[in-house]
């Protein structure tokens, strides 16, 4: 549809354009009206005018970030392309706008399914009372082509699952979990717990500081139970699970010492 639209008002910018040459050159404003200056100057000026102006709308409202704006889906070419982590390292607006939203540039590391990292970008409509939630080191799913990382698109599938499998992949590749661990937060009771005591051995894994959290875990009947718990966490996670925090944990009945905490990825 894109090509199309673009297409279309090419060849009508191109189709006027030699309309008004065909129509000076020829002299045909004097043949008709009896005045020279016609030849070149008159209503045959207007198409040519109309022309720009639709090539220059045709191309800003079929942009990526604007038709996905529009229709809130990728765009076709990234639709079902592979799912990545990206980490935001800037974002500035590009001066444009709809609808007063201004529409944004996102430099991003991204991580793809491979491992692989590389750095790309992405543009997107961003309403205003979201934009400052898009801070460096926020964590966002992306779509991206293996043979163009250049440039990428913030996934708007809706499917938490791809990106839930991508960031896990992840985060097991940085050793920031297991999936023993990962099998519990699926498979595990979800419960509640409060935060006992809170030391920092000193470790860091990819900028992830190694906490060691004790805990009093309250399950569904009422009982609780004690236990420890390693974890890394992102410096900004940390004020989360300090001492009188609650927190959600999920566990397995047979293994009540093999508790995960379940924090969302950019608190």
Sequence with gaps: MKKFVRSAAVVFL?????YYLWHGLGDRGRTNYGIDALSWA????????VAV???????AVTGDSVLAAFTGRNSAAFRHAAVGIGTVRSVRQTGMTLNDQPEVRIDLGVEGADGKMFESHASMIVPLTELALLQPGVVLPVRYLPDRTDKVEIDRSGDMSSAQEALNRSMIRQGITTPG??????????AQ???QSLSVPGEIRNGNSKVALGLVVNRPD????ATRVE????????AHVQVGRVVTVHYL??????VVIALPANV
Excluded: C, H
């Design 14 to 18: 191109v189709g006027s354009v030699a």
């Design 42 to 49: 008159g209503p045959q000026m207007i198409w040519p005018i």
């Design 53 to 59: 102006s639709l090539v220059v709308v045709s191309f």
């Design 181 to 190: 661990k990962l099998d519990i937060a699926a498979r595990g009771i979800p």
């Design 193 to 195: 717990a409060v935060v």
């Design 222 to 225: 009422g009982t609780t139970f």
């Design 231 to 238: 974890k890394f966490l992102p410096p900004r996670s940390v």
């Design 253 to 258: 009945p047979g293994n009540e010492q093999e």
